[in-house]
């Protein structure tokens, strides 16, 4: 079993960003338009657009004919497709994670934040053991325990497609340097290596190991910097096989 996760900055020209939004249908472009913070509207754009060409190359189809439809807390699923996918963005950097087969899965990705207060919102959120393991540690170590935990345990609330502040409390627990398990929900975990100053993991429903294959998306970027409209041509997709590093 084996996920492929692709990494991609949405740090990027308004015009990038405007030939990205040709690839989505009139209600995603519509949900973009209601993003008033350019930022958020360029995560937003990139990563679907994204996720569009990465599921299409998968999946043989032309990126635009994907139907998505949005579970009970938001969590989107493909119309039609037993195939799951999960996306995360934050500060300018975005993680799409794809399984080969009908496992759930869901992924996080959060820029470190600053040692102050974390102590506080860890004791609030998490299982009271976790608290105490984030607050035992020094200001450096308190910001990689709290950071590394939160992107575990949204990854894991993310597989389930549920809502992130009850997921806080669920107990995570360490079964390797990178691999992590909840047994209640039962959910394995793996850390990603994204980008320095972020946290990432991926996460799938079940207890069974295994593999992850990562790779940027800087092929599809460059091509739509040259090919800003899709009369102009469709993005490249990343081919799966050449140039990811397998982790599990
Ligand atoms: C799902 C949730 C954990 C994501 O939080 P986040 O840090 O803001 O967002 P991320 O960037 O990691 O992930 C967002 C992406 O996950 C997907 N997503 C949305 N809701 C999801 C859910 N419930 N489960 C899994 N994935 C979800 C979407 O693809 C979304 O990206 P898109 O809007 O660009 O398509 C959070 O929004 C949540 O708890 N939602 C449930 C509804 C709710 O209770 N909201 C109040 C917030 S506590």
Known sequence: MTVRVWTLSTVTTAATVAGYADLLTAAERHRAEELTDPVVRAEFVCTRAALRSVLGAEMAVPPESLRFEAGRHGKPGLV????????????????????DDARPVGVDVQQQRSAAGLARLAERYYAPTEARWVSAAGPAELEHRFGQLWARKEACVKVTGGRLIPGLAWTISADGAETFRCADPEISGRDLAVAAGYHAAVALAGQQPFAVEQASWPAVLAA???TPSRSAGSPTPLSTGDTMAVLG
């Open 80 to 99: 039609g497709s037993e195939r799951q996918f999960n996306v995360s963005h934050s500060a300018g950097l975005a993680v799409i994670a794809v399984t």
């Open 224 to 226: 739509r910097e040259s």
